[in-house]
């Protein structure tokens, strides 16, 4: 399926932003079984943002209402646009350049797709393994809880009154 609108340069920014500030990146699979799948997923309450991403980007939309009817009454139903395989790889790499928090995470998916998307379950047991220690990095990146501890930022000094005539 083709996308009704081709992405501008703007949107590939703006699809950047949405996967840094909404978005979630995995690799899914079990190094038992072989087969593994790269998606970038989206969730939101807010289905304009969703269809903005399947107009532009293809992908699927998944209802979330059951998780939610579980939860109670108070949560909002919820949707998730998601985009899988090659074409998560292929949209990753166009938003490379402009993410802020998920580049090491896209940087990471794309590695992996590129060991094991040409050869799927016929990859071999060397680049298995690495792709194994992919997802598992990848996975360590978006585990919740507590963030690794961030450096502190550089402290500058000014000589002289900024505020002078």
């Known amino acids: 399926m083709e996308p009704t609108q081709e992405p501008t340069e703007m949107d590939i920014g703006k699809m950047a932003v ?8 995995a690799i899914t699979g ?5 087969y593994h799948q790269l998606q970038v997923t989206i969730g939101s309450k807010d289905f ?8 532009r980007f293809v992908g699927a939309v998944y209802d979330n209402s059951g998780r939610t009817d579980r939860r109670g009454p108070r949560y909002a139903p919820a949707k998730r646009w998601r985009i899988q395989n090659r074409d998560a790889s292929d949209l990753l790499e166009r938003c490379l350049d402009h993410f802020i928090i998920k580049r090491k995470q896209a ?14 379950s016929k990859t071999s047991e060397t680049d298995l ?16 809880g507590p963030r ?3 450096p502190e930022p550089i402290k500058v000094e000014m000589s002289g009154n900024l505020f002078a005539n």
């Open 18 to 25: 949405i996967i840094d500030c909404e978005g979630h990146i």
């Open 30 to 34: 079990s190094p038992k079984t072989r």
């Open 48 to 55: 304009v943002i969703l269809d903005w991403c399947f107009a």
């Open 107 to 120: 940087e990471i998916a794309i590695h992996f797709w590129k060991l094991y998307g040409p050869y799927g």
């Open 129 to 144: 393994l690495l792709c194994e220690q992919l997802r598992l990095e990848l996975r360590a990146l978006t585990k919740r």
């Open 148 to 150: 690794p501890t961030v």
